[in-house]
């Protein structure tokens, strides 16, 4: 049985373990496909990996992806800031392309950060959730022109803050049309989705990214997807997957996307461990 995670931090950005540690941890737990996804250099992330961190980083998953090849399969990917140059895909085997900030008014804001910062966020866009809605998703839509970028993280992060709805409804017409129409073009584009189970195991949301009404959505429109925990405590690498696993089928999916040596492969879903 497949079980993957192309969605993991370690110490070389924000995670808390070594390489070693979480692949350690990964084969424990009984994964057979385990990428790594360190911040890739940003101005706005302090966090973020730093470029002469990155020769170091690339060689620790080489040593790892070599010491441990009878016992599971090591990916070298990195998760891009779509505010940033997005570099060529070499040397990594997959980019994740996700929109952590946008720029609004002269002002750096930050979507992933707290409940006080997207009150902020929503004040700078007229207090208007929508206006603030369209931006994000007009932002992650430029995915699609980045032939470097396979996955689109964590979809719907502006709604981290907003288990309570405060900030808007999940399934208000008015968003909805935003993401949809984001999503149109990500899927043209052929890009992958993930279902993020990151903000559940840091307790910010009851269920993965997106929101189940979008995840219909990719459904319907044939769009492909994949599991993984945006792990940054090796504790959490299976984070919610038992349930993610039956919240995809209950939706209709009948394959996700499997990372090989020769690429994504789309596979039965029969295949994956539950
Ligand atoms: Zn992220
Ligand atoms: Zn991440």
Request: glycine share 6%; net charge negative; with cysteine.
């Amino acid at each position: 049985m497949i079980k993957q995670n192309l969605h993991t931090h370690s110490i070389y950005c924000d995670g808390k373990d070594s390489i070693d540690e979480m692949v350690q941890t990964a084969i424990d737990k009984g994964f057979t496909i385990l990428g790594f996804s360190g911040h890739g250099p940003c101005r706005y992330d302090s966090v973020a990996m730093k470029e002469e961190d990155l020769t170091k980083y690339i060689e620790d998953i080489l040593d790892a992806k070599e010491k441990y090849k009878d016992k599971i399969q090591i990916f070298l990917g990195i998760e891009e800031d779509i505010s940033q140059r997005i570099p060529s895909k070499k040397p990594y085997d997959f980019v994740i392309g996700s929109e952590h900030f946008l720029i609004e008014k002269g002002e750096v804001l930050n979507v992933d950060y707290s409940d006080e910062h997207t009150k902020k966020i929503v004040e700078t866009f007229d207090h208007d959730f929508h206006q603030y809605a369209k931006a994000y998703y007009e932002g992650l839509q430029k995915i699609a022109e980045y032939d470097e970028v396979d996955i689109v993280g964590h979809l719907d992060l502006l709604m981290k803050f907003n288990e309570d709805q405060k900030y808007g409804s999940f399934t208000d017409p008015v968003y909805l049309s935003y993401a949809k129409e984001c999503i149109d073009v990500l899927i043209a584009a052929g890009k992958i989705f993930e279902i993020n189970t990151g903000a559940i195991a840091r307790g910010y949301r009851k269920d993965p990214y997106p929101h189940q009404t979008l995840l219909s959505y990719i459904q319907k429109k044939k769009g492909n997807i994949l599991l993984s925990s945006d792990c940054h405590d090796r504790n959490n690498l299976d984070c919610h997957f038992k349930e993610s696993m039956e919240l995809i089928q209950a939706c209709g999916f009948d394959s996700m996307m499997v990372l090989t040596s020769e690429g994504f492969k789309k596979t039965p879903i029969e295949q994956f461990a539950r």
